[in-house]
């Protein structure tokens, strides 16, 4: 029988997160698009399931496009411990906290710019969307890391999740009362309809809301618990993974558990869908870690790895380049005739291919937009 795998220490880079980041980035490069032209296209069952997977839920529920946030809150969780203890190592903690604020602050004007900034005037602002909501998980993950022990981080990570639930269980909406959580009927839309100003993504309340921030809060600090596991705890690699991995199963069942008493509502960040995406994040961090970073499969994984080195890049490109309309004007015309009712899979693939295509010229050139 051949010799079982040697421990591998997981102290250094690893290959496996840039690949997931690569992997999470992907399906936002037009694959929404992707889907549903080609729900359009065709009759199959397979292609109805593809186009309803690549589209949000539409309130409860959950889709795997549901998981494509969340996931990058938890995966930039763990790059924040390595990235952490690297810079404590030369600088003093004043000054991580410092740098920690700054890219904060970075992440959050990036994302006033995104929704078109103060070009509309104060009334058309949108304070709170994708990337602050990152801005501010960020920023409480490494205060979480810095300032707390693993044990305070999970009890924290508790309060949140608990805490979250009673209010939005508890705390009556005026004029509906308490423990409802259809839109526009919860707590989480009352406060963003009576608190938040400017530009809200669904009419007087948004996705990435005030009291849905916390929760989200909660799903970066499972990325830093996950990361002090791999960097700090002791055992090999395939030790690590299948933690991780039973982990997954066991928040994401508990949130499924959950779900018939606090809904899974990506719109809401409910506590219960905090468990099921933190689970599938879990789940997917350990099948990584163990094909990239144990059995070294890497070189077909290339791709994932330029779009992985360049996330915020390849976002903000989707708001200042039309990647539909280069597409339509490189592969309408003939080659888009030919191809009949298939023609919008045709240029949903080239949005993809044009995104991809962007991330290996700037990797080739190592041009990286560092946050």
Avoid at 108 to 115: H, S
Wanted: with cysteine; proline share 4%.
């Amino acid at each position: 029988m051949a010799d079982s795998p040697a421990p591998i220490p997981v102290t250094q880079r690893l290959v496996s997160l840039d690949v997931l980041r690569g992997f999470d980035m992907f399906w936002i490069l037009g694959m929404e698009e992707f889907g549903a032209a080609l729900a359009k296209a065709s009759s199959s069952p397979w292609a109805a399931f593809a186009g309803q997977q690549l589209d949000h839920a539409e309130w409860a529920g959950f889709r795997f496009l549901d998981l494509i946030f969340p996931l990058f809150i938890f995966i930039s969780g763990v790059s924040l411990v390595y990235s952490i203890d690297k810079q404590l190592t030369t600088q003093s903690r004043a000054r991580v906290v410092w740098r920690l604020l700054q890219r904060a602050l970075i992440l959050y004007v990036l994302g006033l710019f995104c929704y078109g900034g103060f070009s509309k005037g104060m009334d058309a602002v949108r304070w709170l969307g994708v990337l602050q909501r990152l801005a501010i998980c960020g920023f409480a993950g490494g205060l979480a890391y810095i300032f707390l022990k693993e044990r305070g981080r999970a009890i924290l990570l508790v309060v949140l999740l608990a805490g979250y639930w009673a209010a939005m269980a508890l705390i009556p909406v005026p004029g509906v009362g308490a423990g409802q959580f259809a839109e526009g009927q919860n707590l989480a839309n009352w406060v963003d309809s009576q608190f938040l100003g400017g530009f809200k993504w669904d009419g007087n309340h948004d996705p990435e809301g005030l009291l849905s921030t916390l929760p989200a809060i909660a799903s970066g600090l499972l990325g830093v618990l996950a990361g002090g596991w791999l960097k700090h705890h002791p055992g090999s690699l395939w030790r690590k993974a299948g933690g991780l991995a039973l982990e997954g199963l066991l928040l994401a069942s508990a949130g499924w558990i959950m779900h018939p008493y606090f809904p899974v509502i990506k719109k809401l960040w409910t506590s219960s869908f905090v468990l099921v995406a933190g689970g599938y994040s879990l789940l997917l961090l350990a099948t990584f870690l163990v094909v990239v970073d144990g059995w070294k499969f890497q070189k077909g994984l290339s791709p994932l790895i330029w779009i992985g080195m360049n996330p915020i890049t390849l976002y903000l490109s989707h708001h200042v380049i039309s990647y539909s309309k280069l597409s339509h004007l490189l592969l309408g015309g003939p080659i888009a005739h030919a191809c009949g009712a298939w023609s919008g899979v045709l240029f949903a693939s080239g949005e993809v291919l044009l995104g991809i295509g962007l991330a290996w010229f700037l990797y080739s050139r190592k041009i990286f937009l560092r946050v």
